[in-house]
């Protein structure tokens, strides 16, 4: 496993982290979800994100359980808030109130003094812009959060984020988490990147396998293979999407570059996003050991600009 700087931060964390949604807490038992991040842990996995909107807070709960053993310093916790998770004012958006009484919350079910990383799951257009930096500035004044950051922000409002804070001598976000894959790179063309790389933000991906398709596992002449997220009411509406011909045959077409490289579809989907410097690390999802181990493997190619051509001209 290797690791990058991230952003400003005086924090290195893995090129390949692990995620909990969908999956610890819910459909993953708790047992096997222990197994799966210590088991990430000994293969040098350091960042863990999860969200206490995650399985209504038993993912928070689950991955304070699995890192409660594990040395302190040695692992990089993040979570986020944002999206309804009670029906109270303050159970939602980015509010001084909801940040206050949910980073509480997180840090129990969690079991930690600190979250080193507390981000913004979405913009909250609902609250003044200041208001949220202050109240994140306050949690970074406490000592309750080392950093904060954003996920799913544009461009334009993290650049208003980092020059109010800057302005207002605030504890400006640090990172940024976007979607990015090979099936969905429009932060490379939306200027997230861009921004972020110019802001020395750091950029933690989500999604980097684009649901799962990106392991090749679907196919239009295949069934649904019974234990994927396809499979699952709950998951498949957020993969229905890439469940089409035209994708089936970019991933298809992935397979030959694989191969010489000797690695696996989803393996080179993974070093496909980490040839990007702006790129911090790529958060993962599990449901087993051996997928664990292969999207562990996504550290280890680098890509040489042939090879990204040859890539680039696959999926057009």
Known sequence: MRYRKLGRTGLEISEISLGSWLTFGGSVDEQRSIELIRRAFDLGVNFFDTANVYSSGRAEEVVGKALAPLPRDRVVVGTKLFFPVGPEPEDQGLSRAAIAKQ?????????????DLYQCHRYDQATPLEETCRAMDDLVRAGKILHWGVS????????????LCEREGLAPPATDQPRYSMLEPEAESDGVLETCARLELGVVVFSPLAQGVLTGKYASASPVPPDSRAADPAG????????NEDVYARVDRLRPVAIVLGVTIAQLALA??????EVTSAIVGATSIAQLEENAGGSSP???PDTVEEIGAALS
Do not use: G, K, N, Y
Request: proline content about 2%; overall charge negative.
């Open 152 to 163: 799913e922000w544009t461009a334009e409002q993290i650049v208003a984020a980092v020059t």
């Open 103 to 115: 980073s509480e919350a997180s840090l129990r079910r969690l079991s930690l003094d600190v979250i």
């Open 272 to 277: 496909w996003i980490l040839r990007r410097p």
């Open 302 to 304: 680098d890509l040489d």
């Open 236 to 243: 498949r509406m957020f993969i229905e999407r890439f469940l």
